[in-house]
C-alpha cells in the first residue's frame, strides 16, 4: 500500500521559514515525479514545486521561485520543501504527490495534507 505523509507544517509569521517532509512508502520511487501542491480557501489547487526522484531536475512556479527549494533524499525515500521568506499568501494546506515520470501525467498518489499559515 503506497502511503505519502507529510509533516512539518505550522503557524509562523511573515518572513519566516518552515520545511516540510514527505516519505514515501509502498513502492519504488525512482521513476517518479513528486511534486508539493498546495490549496488555500476558496482557490484551485496549484502546484508549486516538483522533482524528477532519479536525476533531480525540478519544477517551480514562479510564485515561489526564489524562495523555495524543493530536494529529495532517495535513501530516505523523502522529498523536501524548504519554504523561505514566506508570506501570508502562502497561507494554505500544502500537498504532497506522485506520478511516473512516463505515461500520464496526473498525480496517482496522494499524501494527506499539512496546513501551513503564514501571519501578516
Known amino acids: 500500500q503506497v502511503q505519502l505523509v507529510e509533516t512539518g507544517g505550522g503557524l509562523v509569521q511573515a518572513g519566516d521559514s518552515l520545511r516540510l517532509s514527505c516519505a514515501a512508502s509502498g513502492r519504488t520511487f525512482s521513476n517518479y515525479v513528486m511534486g508539493w501542491f498546495r490549496q488555500a480557501p476558496g482557490k484551485e489547487r496549484e502546484l508549486v514545486a516538483a522533482i524528477r526522484l532519479s536525476i533531480g531536475i525540478t519544477y517551480y512556479a514562479d510564485s515561489v521561485k526564489g524562495r523555495f527549494t524543493i530536494s529529495r533524499d532517495n535513501a530516505k525515500n523523502t522529498v523536501y520543501l524548504e519554504m523561505n521568506s514566506l508570506k501570508p499568501e502562502d497561507t494554505a494546506v500544502y500537498y504532497c504527490?506522485?506520478?511516473?515520470?512516463?505515461?500520464?501525467?496526473?498525480?496517482?498518489?496522494w499524501g494527506q495534507g499539512t496546513q501551513v499559515t503564514v501571519s501578516s
Open positions: 504527490a506522485a506520478r511516473p515520470v512516463w505515461g500520464t501525467l496526473e498525480y496517482i498518489y
